[in-house]
């Protein structure tokens, strides 16, 4: 069991600030840095996104394929050597679509995942740090949205607000951050007790470098591990709203719009519906196995 | 502290929650872009019909007044009138609750005969084949689309099979029952992944206490040892994973709802979005998120019930 023995420098002698840093760094290097690709979670998770990401930033020298250009005259077409997954009802390659979509997608919930993290870190922490009103005025906003079910409060949201890109940023802004506010602010309330704390209140640190240098440092690993299954969460969101057609207005390729198209040739061209799917399952998968590897990883103790 | 004390409490920390929930929802109107009437109204819109909303929500009044009417109105249990069915809010959610509570609680049920059974077999054997096969599906399962999911199932058991019907809410409890099936295993298969985790940790944990030990050398059988001994005590931190989880439940409803057609209020919700009928959206919205606050409070009261070690003082 080990969290943080190592108190980040002497505190008041701090003049040179980073030696707090270094510590911090030569203990998760020298411990564990060297051991991550010993983590076959984390590698084959690294493997499954590297595959991904790499094919959707190179779509265009991939495919030779437009992801909007119609072409009745090749309408569901069954794959083939020319269109490796065939073609959708307005004669649109499957796989160019699909890798678009992809990275669209991907961006969107990559981007989107950035907000509610940082103000769910910001709200959690001087929750944690400062208890008190703050504590609790943050912590009844925090049940106050809890009391949404997720999908239903995104979904509303996305609706008041116009369908397309930033309305989906904000709602998943507003309904995403009281995952992190909840862990951090708990995080923060165990790490506020350690002695090393009680030193540097004592050398007379400020608040805020208190908790920029020495609490956050320690806490914020928790925040990465949730995100990394936020992320899976938000493209989950994405590809419903672009399934319900609240997303991404079309034709602009985006997977839960190309399942939704696909619904009605379930029966005859099932791969329309089925791969975009899978491709969501795969990526899924390679962000929670990465998400595992990373907890492992930091949580050397459990 | 006594039990109506305990009951009390949690009834009190309600309050804020509801004041919020009701400010969120009654600030829904004022999110929208430029002039709410007419945004909402679309190519519809004409003056008097502009006029006509002005006045039903009071949108030329000070905002607190604005809140004061909403919640007068709410607590006549007045949710507004619908734009598009001209029926009152009330009675439209009255009358598609019931599919939306049945697919609930089909998913609850079914929730619990996947994961109880995968969870014992997991933890009998840590580290066994069963066990890695147990764990193994968790990671696919979480990052699975559940409305793909629910076109898989109908994909198979639907069209291929004919077991069941594609969609629909049937009619008649065998009707509903045999309808709502595969609706139901779409929720229950989102679920089960976090609740066989936690009950996996929780059967590990209990099966490693001494009275499992004791009850092991004095000759009780295996069977008796994991229903009776391990898996009792090893289901309350389940049931909070559950409860937990409820607020997800019932907003997957929604999605489902769409796919296999069924005419709850979570199909009543997308329905009148792409109605552009506001006041359902927001009486739907309400609704739900007082079905997650009810849910956690019975959760939180059953949690208690069912652990005689938690007292109701803290």
Do not use: C
Request: net charge positive; aromatic share 8%; proline share 6%.
């Amino acid at each position: 069991m080990s969290t943080i023995e190592i108190p980040p420098g002497p505190p008041g002698s701090s003049g040179p600030e980073p030696a707090s840093e270094p510590v911090l760094v030569l203990r998760a290097e020298g411990r564990h840095a060297s051991r991550w690709y010993r983590q076959p979670a984390l590698v084959a998770g690294l493997a499954i996104l590297a595959v991904v990401v790499g094919l959707s930033l190179a779509a265009p020298l991939i495919t030779p394929y437009s992801p909007i250009a119609q072409n009745l005259n090749d309408s569901l077409l069954g794959p083939s050597s020319s269109h490796l997954l065939g073609t959708d009802q307005l004669g649109r390659d499957t796989f160019t679509r699909l890798l678009y979509g992809m990275r669209l997608d991907l961006l969107i919930a990559f981007l989107a995942v950035l907000s509610p993290f940082l103000l769910g870190i910001v709200l959690g922490s001087l929750a944690g740090y400062f208890g008190g009103w703050v504590d609790s005025v943050i912590m009844r906003l925090v049940d106050i949205v809890v009391a949404f079910p997720f999908y239903v409060l995104i979904i509303a949201l996305v609706f008041v607000l116009g369908p397309g890109k930033g309305s989906i940023f904000i709602a998943i802004t507003l309904v995403g951050w009281v995952a992190y506010a909840r862990i951090i602010r708990g995080e923060i309330l165990v790490a506020k007790r350690q002695d090393y704390i009680t030193a540097a209140r004592s050398g007379g640190l400020s608040n805020v470098r208190i908790m920029r240098r020495h609490l956050l440092p320690n806490v914020i690993s928790q925040g990465f591990i949730y995100g990394m299954s936020d992320i899976v969460q938000d493209i989950l969101a994405i590809v419903t709203l672009g399934y319900l057609g609240l997303g991404i207005p079309p034709p602009t390729a985006d997977l839960g719009s190309m399942i939704n198209d696909g619904q009605n040739f379930l029966s005859t061209h099932w791969q329309l519906t089925t791969i975009p799917g899978l491709a969501v399952v795969v990526v899924g998968l390679g962000l929670s196995l990465v998400g595992d590897g990373l907890a492992d990883l930091l949580r050397p103790g459990q | 502290m006594g039990r109506t004390g305990f009951v009390a409490q949690r009834l009190l920390l309600l309050i804020p929650v509801a004041v919020g929930v009701t400010i969120i929802v009654f600030f829904m109107v004022h999110l929208i872009p430029g002039d709410p009437a007419a945004t909402i109204l679309g190519i519809h819109a004409t003056p008097k019909g502009i006029a006509l909303l002005h006045q039903q929500w009071g949108l030329n009044r000070p905002l607190p007044s604005q809140y004061w009417l909403f919640m007068d109105r709410l607590f006549h249990g007045n949710l507004g009138q619908s734009l598009y069915y001209g029926a009152s809010v009330s009675s439209l959610i009255w009358s598609h609750l019931p599919p939306t509570l049945w697919l609930l609680a089909y998913a609850v049920v079914l929730t619990v005969l996947i994961s109880v059974p995968l969870a014992v077999l997991a933890a009998s054997r840590r580290d066994g084949v069963r066990d890695h096969v147990v764990r193994a599906v968790p990671l696919v399962g979480l990052g699975m689309p559940q409305f793909w999911l629910g076109f898989l199932l109908i994909y198979l058991f639907a069209i291929s099979l004919h077991l069941f019907p594609v969609s629909g809410y049937g009619s008649g409890f065998t009707g509903h029952l045999q309808s709502m099936f595969l609706p139901g295993l779409t929720v229950a298969l989102a679920l089960t992944p976090v609740v066989i985790r936690s009950l996996r940790a929780s059967m590990l944990d209990v099966l490693g206490a001494d009275y499992i030990t004791t009850a092991r050398s004095k000759g009780v059988s295996p069977r008796r040892l994991y229903l009776r001994h391990a898996l009792r005590n090893a289901v309350i931190p389940a049931v909070t994973v559950l409860a937990i989880n409820v607020g997800f439940l019932i907003g997957a409803t929604v999605i489902i709802e769409q796919i296999f057609a069924i005419p709850g209020i979570g199909q009543l919700m997308i329905n009148s979005i792409f109605q552009r009928d506001f006041p359902v959206v927001q009486g739907v919205t309400l609704v739900f998120a007082v079905m997650v606050v009810l849910v956690n409070l019975m959760a939180d009261l059953s949690y208690a019930a069912l652990d005689p070690r938690v007292r109701f003082d803290r």
